[in-house]
């Protein structure tokens, strides 16, 4: 089956994630479990980490197509300009952001609330929290995806299927999306997502995916977009992200997508 590989994938996310944070929801409606305890932060976490057990799942059966993931999982060696960028274009994106909500609004608040040194000490807990993911979402079915159909179609269906997956974290008291809004998130994992699609394609390395979005996640510790006060100068970042994410997805329209071997069907 053409399509085997990206269902499996998508069905093992879906399925440990989800019965993992749901069960949070009753754990903690019932006060059998908080943010914080044990049970609550191995639940969680599991679930967080599940599209790369999910991915090696769906790949581990084609040797070649497996040994590629393992490669890219572990390419550290790209261009400096590529670590250079992965850091740089979140600042870029927050700074825009921050000018246009004072240039509109006619205020804002701090660019940052915590200390860089913060940022720089979470980012290991960011890999293993948010980072891992992308061995599922960019190195299993980006990849999966773009031998079917163009980079942009392909980048928003992984985007869509990507914020999707995060539906059972706005049921769980207790963590960064409850009580957020879930349109604004969408809006931030496809801007993410053009971005990631650009660096997958150019580097063929899945650890730079990963690094990329543990500093993004870093960013939001210390503060970064952390201004706003209301949903006008929330919607302001939102969609000054994505437009720049997609700006420069467009500029990098030269990106050449070599196909990976198929996975054999059984």
């Keep these: 089956m053409k ?31 908080k943010y914080g305890d044990l049970l609550f932060m191995s639940l969680y976490l599991i679930g967080g980490i599940c599209p790369s057990i ?67 000490l979470i980012l290991p807990v960011m890999i293993i929290g948010g980072g891992t993911e992308e061995i599922g979402w960019r190195g299993v079915l980006l990849p999966k995806l773009l031998n079917q159909m163009p980079a942009f179609k392909a980048t928003a269906i992984v985007a869509g299927i990507w914020g999707m997956w995060h539906v059972p974290l706005w049921f769980i008291q207790g963590v960064p999306q409850y ?22 394609v150019r580097t063929k390395s899945v650890f730079i995916c990963i690094l990329f979005h543990a500093i993004a996640n870093a960013y939001l510790y210390i503060g970064f977009d952390s201004w706003p006060r209301d949903i006008t100068g929330s919607i ?31």
């Design 3 to 33: 399509n085997k590989v990206s269902l499996k994938f998508v069905g093992w996310a879906f399925l440990v994630a989800w019965t993992c944070w749901f069960a949070l929801v009753v754990l903690v409606n019932h006060h059998l479990a």
């Design 54 to 120: 999910a991915g090696v799942i769906a790949i581990r059966t084609d040797k070649a197509a497996f040994a590629i993931l393992k490669a890219e999982t572990f390419r550290f060696k790209v261009n400096v300009l590529w670590y250079a960028g992965i850091i740089l274009v979140p600042v870029l994106l927050s700074g825009v952001a921050w000018l246009l909500h004072f240039i509109i609004l006619g205020r804002t608040g701090p660019f940052i609330t915590n200390s860089i040194w913060a940022g720089i």
């Design 179 to 200: 009580g957020s809004n879930f349109i604004l998130f969408i809006c931030g994992t496809f801007s993410m997502s053009f971005l990631l699609t650009i660096i997958y």
């Design 236 to 266: 302001i970042v939102a969609a000054t992200a994505l437009t720049i994410s997609i700006v420069i997805f467009n500029i990098s329209t030269a990106m050449r997508w070599q196909p990976r071997p198929q996975t054999k069907s059984k």
